[in-house]
């Protein structure tokens, strides 16, 4: 099998495999915004409710139904404090799940909303709830969003997202009742201190928080250590502006290493791969015979292999896009159809359980193109000409005064803390928390055991500090 690593903003937060897809335009409408509240499970231990909540947000320019967004609430509506969490590239609101009920079961008095940007109103989620998902997606039945209908997303960069974000924090904060805690992964961690550094029509971001909290992700040089640089010089952001006026404004870079030809052919993989590792992680793997020959080993698999495969390190994937669960049995049962042996911080079920809901959504499908661009430019976190050009409202970046935590794993080899230290330094933080797990990968603080999680353990220590 053959790895490709593709440009840092590729990947940050996303799953890439050699997996190609052909997508009809046809199909029912969108599947993601029902409110849903029931009990699930977190890797064997409950949380009682999960309501996954529409918010109304500001017009976008688009359709009616995407001005909105959704959050992913787990924990007791009564809590004191709310911990508002933003997933990375491609990310979305079940990137979080599990982290979440880790939170709440170890901090009396906390909610966590898992934010979900309004480009998931995009997605047409209704094939999982039909009794053959793979067929829905993989012979074209669905809604795919067509590139050329979608003009709007032209402008839906940073300065829409945080205004969404601002929505949801504000709704949190419930008048100045609740504390707000804002973090992120990767580059959810560059959004979260954007929002602390704009300028809302004169309202500093910072102002409406308590804390942030920055996992794996940043500014100030973050990912120089991933050895994939942002892309933010004056030439770049023409040329990148001068293809969203063209049209290109979804981020196709997944397809470009050969998953597919439309913005969301591997995400579609992938929820696939975890829905059915999910609801039958033992059987014989329904996705392994429609998988390129490249692809498919050389003997039959279950359903939890088959996703064990995908998101592993040990199957030649690069640090950021996986993590450490285990390996392919040896040996089979019935057919001699191998199974998946956990044998690493993240089982291979719990990836499992983050996929698969209360609504199946741990990937973004659409990406837009300029919010890629805003946030490569953010790298800086000063409020420059190029910054200003683009409408980035960075001005209070040296005013920060809440207390900010920082984790980071072997991704970056270092300039996660150090741009988090740079950050303070040029700030008025009071304090923060630097954490480190060297044998960490970059997916693993998501979904890793809950006892083997460095980043919940030490985050939940510095939510408690208060």
Same mark, same amino acid.
Do not use: C
């Given at each position: /099998?053959?790895?490709?690593?593709?440009?840092?903003?590729?990947?940050?937060?996303?799953?890439?495999?050699?997996?190609?897809?052909?997508?009809?335009?046809?199909?029912?409408?969108?599947?993601?915004?029902?409110?849903?509240?029931?009990?699930?499970? *977190?890797?064997?231990?409950?949380?009682?409710?999960?309501?996954?909540?529409?918010?109304?947000?500001?017009?976008?320019?688009?359709?009616?139904?995407? %001005?909105?967004?959704?959050?992913?609430?787990?924990?007791?509506?009564?809590?004191?404090?709310?911990?508002?969490?933003?997933?990375?590239?491609?990310?979305?609101?079940?990137?979080?799940?599990?982290?979440?009920?880790?939170?709440?079961?170890?901090?009396?008095?906390?909610?966590?909303?898992?934010? %979900?940007?309004?480009?998931?109103?995009?997605?047409?989620?209704?094939?999982?709830?039909?009794?053959?998902?793979?067929?829905?997606?993989?012979? &074209?039945?669905?809604?795919?969003?067509?590139?050329?209908?979608?003009? #709007?997303?032209?402008?839906?960069?940073?300065?829409?997202?945080?205004?969404?974000?601002?929505?949801?924090?504000?709704?949190?904060?419930?008048?100045?009742?609740?504390?707000?805690?804002?973090? &992120? *992964?990767?580059?959810?961690?560059?959004?979260?201190?954007?929002?602390?550094?704009?300028?809302?029509? !004169? *309202?500093?971001?910072?102002?409406?928080?308590?804390?942030?909290?920055?996992?794996? !992700?940043?500014?100030?040089?973050?990912?120089?250590?991933?050895?994939?640089?942002?892309?933010?010089?004056?030439?770049?952001?023409?040329?990148?502006?001068?293809?969203?006026?063209?049209?290109?404004?979804?981020? /196709?870079?997944?397809?470009?290493?050969?998953?597919?030809?439309?913005?969301?052919?591997?995400?579609?993989?992938?929820?696939?791969?975890?829905?059915?590792?999910?609801?039958?992680?033992?059987?014989?793997?329904?996705?392994?015979?429609?998988?390129?020959?490249?692809?498919?080993?050389?003997?039959?698999?279950?359903?939890?292999?088959?996703?064990?495969?995908?998101?592993?390190?040990?199957?030649?994937?690069?640090?950021?896009?996986?993590? *450490?669960?285990?390996?392919?049995?040896?040996?089979?049962?019935?057919?001699?159809?191998? !199974?998946?042996?956990?044998? &690493?911080?993240?089982?291979?079920?719990?990836?499992?359980?983050?996929?698969?809901?209360?609504?199946?959504?741990?990937?973004?499908?659409?990406?837009?193109?300029?919010?890629?661009?805003?946030?490569?430019?953010?790298?800086?976190?000063?409020?420059?000409?190029?910054?200003?050009?683009?409408?980035?409202?960075?001005?209070?970046? +040296?005013?920060?005064?809440?207390?900010? #935590?920082?984790?980071?794993?072997?991704?970056?080899?270092?300039?996660?803390?150090?741009?988090?230290?740079?950050?303070? +330094?040029?700030?008025?933080?009071?304090?923060?928390?630097?954490?480190? %797990?060297?044998?960490?990968?970059?997916?693993?603080?998501?979904?890793?055991?809950?006892?083997?999680? +460095?980043?919940?353990?030490?985050?939940?220590?510095?939510?408690?500090?208060?």
């Amino acid at each position: /099998m053959t790895s490709h690593l593709p440009r840092r903003r590729t990947v940050l937060s996303g799953l890439v495999g050699g997996l190609a897809l052909t997508a009809g335009a046809a199909g029912a409408g969108p599947g993601a915004g029902a409110a849903w509240a029931s009990g699930r499970e *977190h890797g064997g231990r409950g949380v009682s409710a999960e309501p996954y909540v529409p918010i109304p947000v500001g017009r976008g320019g688009g359709p009616a139904e995407t %001005d909105r967004v959704h959050v992913l609430k787990v924990g007791p509506e009564r809590a004191e404090t709310v911990v508002v969490l933003v997933p990375g590239m491609f990310g979305a609101a079940n990137d979080f799940r599990l982290v979440a009920g880790d939170l709440v079961r170890a901090v009396p008095g906390i909610q966590v909303w898992a934010f %979900d940007r309004r480009e998931e109103n995009l997605a047409d989620r209704t094939g999982f709830a039909t009794p053959d998902p793979a067929a829905y997606y993989l012979d &074209g039945h669905y809604r795919s969003q067509d590139p050329a209908a979608s003009g #709007y997303a032209a402008d839906w960069g940073l300065r829409l997202t945080l205004e969404d974000l601002r929505t949801v924090v504000l709704a949190a904060g419930a008048g100045g009742r609740r504390r707000v805690v804002l973090g &992120g *992964h990767s580059w959810g961690a560059t959004t979260v201190l954007a929002y602390a550094a704009w300028d809302f029509d !004169g *309202h500093p971001g910072y102002r409406d928080l308590a804390g942030l909290a920055l996992i794996d !992700g940043g500014v100030l040089g973050a990912f120089e250590g991933t050895g994939a640089p942002v892309q933010d010089s004056p030439e770049e952001v023409r040329e990148r502006l001068a293809a969203i006026e063209g049209g290109a404004v979804f981020d /196709m870079t997944l397809s470009a290493v050969g998953l597919g030809s439309r913005a969301e052919s591997t995400q579609i993989w992938y929820q696939l791969a975890g829905w059915y590792a999910r609801v039958d992680p033992e059987g014989r793997s329904v996705l392994q015979p429609r998988l390129p020959d490249a692809l498919r080993l050389p003997y039959p698999i279950t359903n939890a292999a088959l996703l064990g495969t995908l998101v592993d390190a040990g199957f030649g994937w690069p640090n950021d896009i996986s993590v *450490h669960s285990g390996r392919v049995a040896d040996s089979g049962a019935g057919d001699d159809v191998r !199974g998946w042996i956990d044998e &690493g911080i993240t089982p291979i079920g719990r990836v499992a359980a983050a996929y698969a809901g209360p609504e199946p959504a741990v990937w973004e499908w659409y990406w837009p193109s300029r919010l890629s661009v805003d946030l490569d430019v953010t790298d800086a976190y000063a409020d420059t000409d190029l910054a200003r050009s683009l409408g980035l409202r960075l001005r209070h970046a +040296t005013r920060i005064d809440v207390p900010l #935590y920082a984790f980071q794993t072997s991704y970056s080899h270092g300039t996660v803390l150090t741009g988090a230290q740079r950050v303070v +330094t040029g700030s008025r933080i009071p304090y923060t928390t630097y954490e480190t %797990d060297e044998g960490m990968n970059h997916l693993d603080p998501l979904f890793a055991a809950t006892a083997q999680n +460095t980043m919940t353990r030490t985050f939940a220590g510095f939510l408690a500090r208060g």
